[in-house]
């Protein structure tokens, strides 16, 4: 069994080693290369297993490690036809977001071992982090800021016993 879960695995944008043995890349699309044509031709969504977030089909207590990064966009006012950031890391429904992360990040916390870390990463593109946060059953060990005008965040949440 891998011990490392990225469940929102996209391009595998962050990773520097995409076919790390010891993780199960998911994602709820499988899409080949070429999805935002002259952008990035070989830009490409290919995971492991093919699963939404929100409903995990894997044991309890499965991984010592999970990666959660789902979609920062609003599907509201936004072509996903046309837009390229929507193309390449999907989106979450306007009204029903708040319920999908909540559903996603318990679901991870299932999977997530006794001892175990989740990172989770989200960027402040039309919703706040401390928005998503009040959506969660726990609350972060610690986080960071990072990226162009600190708007990226990466929170870091520990599973006790």
Known sequence: MKEV?????????FWFDKENIDTLYLDKRKEGAGIVEKWQPNFKVNP???MDFR???????????????PPHILDKDISTEKSVMAKKYGTLHWDTWKDDLSKGFDECWRVLRPRGTLI??????QVKIREVVNCFSQQPLFGQRSGK??????????KGE
């Open 5 to 13: 879960l990225d469940v929102c695995c996209g391009g595998k944008q």
């Open 48 to 50: 492991d297993l093919v």
């Open 149 to 158: 005008g600190g708007k990226s965040h990466w929170l870091v949440f520990y």
């Open 120 to 125: 989770f990463k989200w960027h402040d593109l």
């Open 55 to 69: 409903n995990l089909d894997l044991p309890d207590e499965s991984f010592s490690l999970i990666v959660f990064d």
